[in-house]
């Protein structure tokens, strides 16, 4: 800070004093007590008009006022000599873009798709519990056609805006239909492919525990179906999910079949 500049901060806190003296001490502390809003611009033209005035004769002080201008002078000269925008920020600035431009960037997240919420369902008396998305849900009984005779089955179904997911299990067979574990596996294959009217694509046999099953899937232009058909027991147990071709999720269906599970009492 120069001498001059100094001199008259100076000259300014005491002619605030002075007011003190010959107006009182409310309009002096008022005065004191403002505070200016930071601006580079209104801080640059303060300095410019106290430059080009000339000093004011200093009138002799008491220590008490005197003490009173030194403090105001450390205040202003405190104020006036922050560093501005101009001064400090644009340097801030600079640094922060060179530390954007060479840091180091940052791994993309990977995003997989999200399973719907999962319920679980309990069929104590018929052996079985099963896990599927949550959604409107449906029961009903729906009679298959098994070689001329007639198969009834209670379905359980839950909807979703892209999918359908069937758990069924069919009335106990003829004793004649469960001859040939394998033909009355073929049958049930054939038979809900009828019903649905959609080609079959795939084909091949599975288990569950030792009893026999086969996995198939049917497909229409705009829709595919995934089944898997088990006979245990003396029941069918068929599991299915109905997907639109544009919006497949494997995932959902391996976690639907996979939850599939038999209880103790499957022998009922």
Known sequence: MSKLFKTLMLSVAMSLVTLTTSMGKTLSQ???????????????????????????????????????????????????????????????????????????????????????????????????????????????TKTVKMANDPLNFQMLTTLSPVSRFVVAYSEPLQPTQLEDPQAALRIARNAIADTAKFQLTEDQPISLDNYPGREFSLKSADETIKMRVFLIQQRLYALGVSQQNSKQSPEEITTFFNSFRLLNNVSL
């Not at 009138?59 to 006022?65: E, G, I, K, R």
């Not at 009173?68 to 925008?85: A, K």
């Open 30 to 140: 008022q005065v004191l007590n403002l505070t200016p809003t930071p601006s580079h611009s209104g801080a640059n033209l303060i300095q410019s008009d106290l430059l080009a005035q000339s000093p004011p004769q200093i009138p002799n002080l008491s220590d008490q006022q005197r003490l009173q201008v030194e403090q105001e002078v450390n205040r202003l000269q405190n104020y006036f000599g922050r560093p501005t925008f101009f001064e400090q920020g644009r340097s801030q600035l600079e640094q922060e873009i060179n530390r954007l431009q060479t840091a180091q960037p940052a791994p993309l997240l990977t995003v997989q798709p999200s399973l719907q919420p999962w319920q679980s369902f309990i069929f104590k008396s018929e052996g079985f519990a099963v896990a599927m998305p949550s959604g409107a849900v449906t029961e009903e």
